[in-house]
């Protein structure tokens, strides 16, 4: 990859446990280009999470940087990092009402608020894509599947065009054919503009992640064992 | 005070006291297992109104603002620490943020009551400054209590969406605006519906105390007017204070929100001492 793709890269993170002060991350580095899908995979707490939750910079690091499009993370706004780099737990965190309601609410935030506006249309043809019509966007949050709730969390992320979707186990929790159509989304949504936008994946599902990929990282104990894949 | 008055002797005291015993047995009688704890807390309770009496007694006498500040200084220190006591979840700064939130709120109320509206002379009477501070103290208090408790409890039970709002690109104020509004609103809530049920269900108790003195209704009515708006203004600034103090804690200038600070109580002595 040259670059001109790169999109964000992680050199040398670092990050300590609250209480203990033990590395839960440990000189991590990478680059995430344009075009890619990279797959994050290791063991049950080798801080697969926590490193995708670093890179939305949910969490603080406590060595090494991040850097989107070859600027600090650090000199950068926040919420302007987490417009661009949008990260997406594995427990679809909805807000009580409505799916609309739901897709509309990050409207209502500073940073989307100057230059978006909810666009109902777009919405639909997201929908469509999963199977879904309409009638699916008055249903409440309690009427939901978990599946439901989750492909209602990556429309509500894909709606805001970010150029980096962080999904932390998305199809965890998933029924096969729902976990087919969160997928296809994701691609869709990758395919749409190939040279502006990148997913990193974090599974547990080996499967899923060469599907899903074109690189794979794979770590264990806070660290990267190497790179494979292409 | 009226010539009505009726000093009460301690054998009038130990009558009253007797209706505990009643309760006690009540108690034994229906099993409810509650005797000891009811008798212990009386007991606790006459001791500490003698002994507070007794110090009042001497602040009274003594008329000097070096006896009434310390004392004032004393009930706010201990109002702090019992409103964090009494909080189901803890973070580390929650008893300096507590003091802050007291301090702020509760003097800033009691001087302006002293100072601005009744305007005493000298301002540091005992009289007029120790009830105030009791009373505006005591709200407050539990204000910050309820406020602090909410507060943890919603960004616990909803972490989740806390994050995925952070996660969108919410600043940590738009992320916070919804636990800190529904933790000022409990804080809040029993001051408001006292103020609303004040005078229908419930005669408040400056106007009761004045009324058993002997003083006219409607003069005792407009120091309980004074003294609501006093206790009302000093649990608002004490619940937003407390509840801006917290949420500076807990969320970072990153716009993070550090959740781990935020844990179960290890209860201390001085928890046993504060609590009922």
Request: hydrophobic share 50%; net charge positive.
């Amino acid at each position: 990859m040259s670059k001109d793709n790169l999109l964000l890269r992680a050199a040398g993170i670092g990050r300590r446990a609250p209480d203990s002060g033990g590395w839960l991350l440990q000189d991590i580095s990478f680059d995430i280009c344009a075009g890619e899908r990279l797959a994050i995979v290791g063991p049950s707490g080798s801080g697969k999470s926590l490193l995708l939750r670093a890179l939305a910079l949910l969490d603080a690091i406590d060595a090494g940087e991040i850097e989107l499009r070859a600027k600090p993370a650090a000199v950068s706004s926040v919420p302007d990092h987490r417009r661009d780099v949008i990260y997406l737990h594995q427990r679809p965190a909805l807000f009580e009402g409505t799916v609309e309601w739901n897709l509309q609410k990050p409207f209502s935030l500073k940073i989307h608020r100057r230059n978006r506006r909810y666009d109902r249309g777009r919405v639909l043809e997201l929908l469509r894509a999963v199977g879904r019509d309409d009638s699916f966007l008055r249903k409440t949050n309690g009427q939901l599947s978990g599946g439901e709730a989750q492909i209602t969390a990556l429309i509500r992320a894909i709606q805001l065009e970010p150029s980096i979707l962080l999904l932390d186990e998305p199809t965890a929790a998933l029924d096969q054919e729902t976990a087919a159509a969160a997928e296809r989304l994701v691609n869709d949504w990758l395919r749409q503009l190939p040279h502006g936008r990148a997913m990193v994946l974090v599974s547990h599902d080996s499967s899923q992640a060469r599907r899903m990929s074109d690189r794979i990282l794979r770590i264990r104990n806070g660290r990267l064992e190497g790179n494979s894949g292409e | 005070m009226s010539d009505t008055y009726i000093n009460l002797s301690w054998s009038q005291v130990a009558w009253a006291s007797a209706l505990v015993v009643v309760n006690a047995f009540i108690s034994v009688l229906i099993r409810l297992g509650l005797e000891r704890r009811l008798v212990l807390a009386a007991l606790r309770m006459v001791v500490q109104l003698i002994l507070i009496g007794a110090v009042l007694k001497w602040v009274f006498s003594l008329r000097q603002w070096y006896a009434v500040v310390p004392l004032m200084i004393a009930m706010s220190l201990i109002g702090s620490l019992a409103a964090v006591q009494q909080t189901n979840r803890r973070y580390p700064g929650i008893w300096l943020n507590s003091i802050a939130a007291v301090f702020a709120s509760s003097w800033l109320m009691i001087f302006v009551g002293i100072l601005l509206i009744v305007r005493v002379h000298p301002w540091y009477s005992p009289q007029y400054a120790i009830p105030l501070a009791g009373m505006i103290l005591g709200n407050t208090l539990s204000g910050i209590s309820l406020t602090l408790d909410r507060f943890a409890e919603e960004l616990t039970s909803h972490r989740d969406q806390i994050e995925a709002f952070l996660a969108l690109g919410a600043t940590r104020k738009e992320a916070a605006r919804e636990p800190i509004r529904k933790a000022v609103t409990t804080g809040m809530m029993p001051t408001v519906n006292f103020m609303v049920l004040a005078g229908i269900v419930t005669l408040p108790g400056t106007m009761t105390g004045q009324l058993l003195a002997g003083v006219d209704p409607i003069s005792a009515v407009k120091y309980q007017i004074v003294i609501m708006f006093l206790l009302v203004s000093g649990t608002a600034l004490g619940t937003v204070g407390i509840a801006i103090f917290a949420y500076r804690r807990l969320f970072n200038s990153r716009h993070q929100f550090l959740y781990w600070l935020i844990s179960q109580p290890d209860k201390s002595r001085l928890d046993g001492i504060l609590s009922p």
